[in-house]
């Protein structure tokens, strides 16, 4: 999907796997949002071997759907980025759990000369919709990650959720970045902070509201689980403290 001619001005991308029960729905809420604003856009949507009707209801709804054959979240976000063409790109998820609307809150900072990266949070409690995934233990287990990395850049930085899926980049600023990324799995998330930190980006963070998904969870299906992936990125935010560029 193209929502204008020539290089769109902002790419949305989204990675997917297994989002039936969704993707259609937050395609045509991003539709509705940049088409209302007369906004050049494009849809990107990556498929990471779905078994289900993704792809299908992806293109039905006018999104360009690019296949991931590398399993993992990380990888499908990388090939989201890479293949992106647009000024401003915006990654988000296909599980309803953002609101398009909140892509203005991105877009205030991204349009700032002084900004490169924004980042959503869902630690703002009062933007969290009932039923949403972010109960105490995943708050707090993103809220302490977050500020281990805040302690290694500090004044550089704040940040209260690594886990946060919904943020925006500018083209110039990918550009210096999108080939450090490493992390296929569900540690990208604070990897793609990290990397920005090293490499000098200036980032921005914001509430955003948080709904409930529609679908099954992948990464935070439950706590045992979600304790795997916290270890795992707890891992990865020392490892990079001694790692040079």
Known sequence: MNGGKGSPKISIVMPAFNEEAAIGLVID???????????SFEIVVVDNNSVDRTTEIALSEGATVIKE?????????MRGLTEAKGEIVILT?????????????????LEERDVDLVLGTRTTLELV???????????????????????????????TDVGCTFRGIKRGALIRVVNKFQEGGSCFSP?????????GLRPVEIPIRYRKRKGQSKITADWKKSTMVGLEMLKLILTQRFRKE
Do not use: S
């Open 129 to 159: 919709e009932d039923g949403a995934k972010m109960g105490r233990f995943l708050h707090w287990g993103n809220l302490f990650l977050a500020k281990l990395i805040q302690l290694q850049f500090w004044r550089r930085c704040r940040i």
């Open 191 to 199: 990897e793609m902070i990290i990397l920005c930190l090293k490499t």
């Open 29 to 39: 809420g991003f539709r509705r949002e940049l088409e209302r604003k007369g906004i």
């Open 69 to 77: 054959p590398k399993q993992g979240y990380g990888y499908a976000c």
């Open 93 to 109: 998820e296909g599980d309803d759990t953002f609101d398009p609307r909140d892509i203005w809150k991105l877009m205030v900072y």
